[in-house]
């Protein structure tokens, strides 16, 4: 039987070297931002709170009802994985994936599968965002519709209009980060989510506090954020796309997350 005790989820969290222990250091000394120790991507603070996910009326399918989600604490990586981390993570795992990526190294990797984006997620003690993680990341409790605001700013992202059919390196649109930090949420490439993707999921009556998304299996898994061969319709912060599995498309990435254990959120909060 598995040990749930409070000891053995805290030393499972505070092992040395690795990026939830780390991530745990860093929450417990207030940072807003870590580097991790396994692929050393840079993750910023998403403090835990509740916001409107969704719309009231979609301007394109499965954006609405808008309805209320709370969200514990996570960290987020500051830009989508790169070409890079992504060498290190097949270097280093023995992995064998089936990658379209192109570019440099400071390129987001692309052309990945969710079952691959979900493997290096393993390998570097993180996960892929839930929907709403995404969401909140991106759109935060002011609800935008960008991630810098209400109103479109093609010198913000990379999208369909500057990107000349093809990818920018990370970080490139720093005024384009959203409220808590991250990069990169409005095109360059689309970003997998750990959810089963379902159409009417927002109006089956989710539940509030850390939705995971429609049980399981469908037949494809949630995309976010747009990409740069995509219009700003696209990269709306509700905006949700999906891909059936598996599934090899060369504008696809992803980023990571790392959740806290709800040991120390409790203790937190008590």
């Known amino acids: 039987m598995a040990d749930n005790s409070v000891d053995a989820v805290r030393q499972l969290f505070t092992a040395p070297g690795t990026a939830e222990g780390v991530a745990l250091s860093a ?21 835990g709170g509740v916001f409107t996910m969704g719309l009231p009326e979609a301007e394109h399918r499965g954006e609405s009802p808008a309805h209320e989600v709370e969200l514990d604490s996570y960290w987020i990586y500051r830009f989508p994985v790169t070409n890079a981390q992504y060498e290190r993570f097949k270097t280093e795992s023995g992995h064998r994936p089936r990658a379209n990526s192109r570019g440099g190294a400071d390129l987001p990797v692309s052309g990945v599968c969710w079952e691959d984006a979900q493997a290096y997620c393993e390998w570097a003690g993180a996960r892929l965002p839930t929907e709403a993680q995404w969401e909140y990341a991106a759109r935060g409790k002011e609800g935008y519709k960008y991630p810098w605001g209400n109103e479109w700013d093609p010198d913000r992202a990379c999208w369909d209009g500057n990107a000349g059919g093809e990818p920018m390196p990370v970080g490139s649109f720093p005024q384009g980060a959203s409220w808590c930090g991250a ?55 509700v905006h949700r796309a999906e891909r059936t599995d598996p599934h090899y498309n060369v504008a696809d990435g992803f980023r990571c997350v790392i959740e806290l254990p709800p040991v120390e959120l409790a203790e937190v909060s008590t």
Not at 192 to 199: F, T
Request: hydrophobic share 25%; proline share 12%.
């Open 183 to 237: 990069e990169d949420l409005a095109g360059n490439v689309w970003e997998w989510c750990r959810d089963w993707y379902k159409q009417d999921y927002y109006s089956s009556g989710p539940p509030r506090h850390n939705p995971p998304g429609p049980s399981g299996p469908q037949t494809s898994h949630v995309l976010r954020g747009g990409s740069y061969n995509m219009k700003p319709v696209s990269l709306r912060t």
């Open 27 to 47: 929450y417990r000394r207030g940072l807003v931002r870590f580097q991790s120790p396994i692929d050393g991507a840079e993750l910023v603070f998403v403090p």
